[in-house]
Each structure stands twice: as structure tokens, then as C-alpha cells.
């Protein structure tokens, strides 16, 4: 059940501010679950923040693998090189709104705060288009056999 209070909240600020619907980012970020606060927008972009950074570490095992991280040598062999460019790609743009909302974190201001979260939401379905393929490819990296030899040769 969303929190009326929050609603409310949001909607003057999306009056102000143009933001997406109550319906459509609580759906996307979940804010109905937040406590009551004066500063609606910073919270806004903090639950988006932590969904960058989980998704940012997930793109970059792949990008760039970590040879103690047994997942990330073997799902990261499953894409080739112009799979490898795409997620480089996405990852620029999810570090770009990483960075925007840090510069944002220390700007307090509340049209930069609502512009921020206007660009994410402009961008996010494509970007989570995007992401599900990558994920799916990663999940599907387990279905297929392979030598054990492999994945674990970088260790030893």
C-alpha cells in the first residue's frame, strides 16, 4: 500500500517540477517505502544511486574481470568483443548518472535533483532493456558445459 504521504509529497514536486508519474517511479524505485522526509528528491536519487552502483559492478565484472572472481572469468568468455563495446557503452551511461547524482549530493539543489531524476527515467527503460539481454546472456553462460580447466586456469 503506498505511503499517502509520500504520494502527496512527490506529486507537488512533480507539479513543480514535471517528474514521471507517482505510479511509474515508485513501480521502478520503490518509494512508496520511504519514511516521510523533507527531502524527497535526494532520496529519489539516492535509491537510484544504489540501483546504479549494483549495476555498474555487474557490467564491469564482465567488462573488465577480476581473475579471483570465478563468475566474472566465466560469464565474461560468453560475450564477444562487440557485445563487450555495447556493455562499455551502457556502463559510460550508467556512470555518467553515477557521477551526476554524486555532483548532485553535494549541489542541494532541488531543479538539478529533478532534472537528474527526469534524465534517469528518459533513459532507464532503454538502459534496463539493455541490461536484461546483458543478464540474460550471463544466466544462459550457465547452461552450457564447459571444462572446469578454463574457468579456474587463471588461478593456477
Do not use: C
Not at 24 to 38: A, G, H
Not at 117 to 126: A, H, L, Q, R, V
Not at 133 to 140: A, L, N, P, Q, T
Amino acid at each position: 500500500m503506498p505511503n499517502k504521504e509520500i504520494e502527496n509529497q512527490y506529486n507537488e514536486l512533480r507539479k513543480k517540477f514535471k517528474l514521471p508519474e507517482f505510479r511509474e517511479i515508485d513501480f521502478e524505485m520503490e518509494i512508496s517505502d520511504f519514511e516521510e522526509t523533507n527531502f524527497l528528491l535526494r532520496a529519489i536519487i539516492r535509491r537510484i544511486t544504489e540501483r546504479l552502483d549494483f549495476y555498474t559492478t555487474m557490467v564491469e565484472e564482465v567488462i573488465q574481470p577480476d581473475a579471483s572472481n570465478l563468475y566474472a572469468m566465466h560469464e565474461t568468455r560468453h560475450f564477444d568483443d562487440v557485445e563487450k563495446k555495447r556493455m562499455f557503452d551502457l556502463y559510460r551511461k550508467l556512470m555518467d548518472f553515477n557521477r551526476r547524482s554524486i555532483e548532485n549530493s553535494l549541489g542541494h539543489d532541488e531543479g538539478s535533483e529533478a532534472g537528474l531524476i527526469n534524465d534517469f527515467f528518459d533513459e532507464w527503460k532503454g538502459i534496463k532493456k539493455e541490461l536484461l539481454g546483458f543478464v540474460k546472456k550471463m544466466r544462459d553462460s550457465w547452461k552450457t558445459e564447459t571444462d572446469i580447466k578454463e574457468d579456474i586456469g587463471y588461478l593456477g
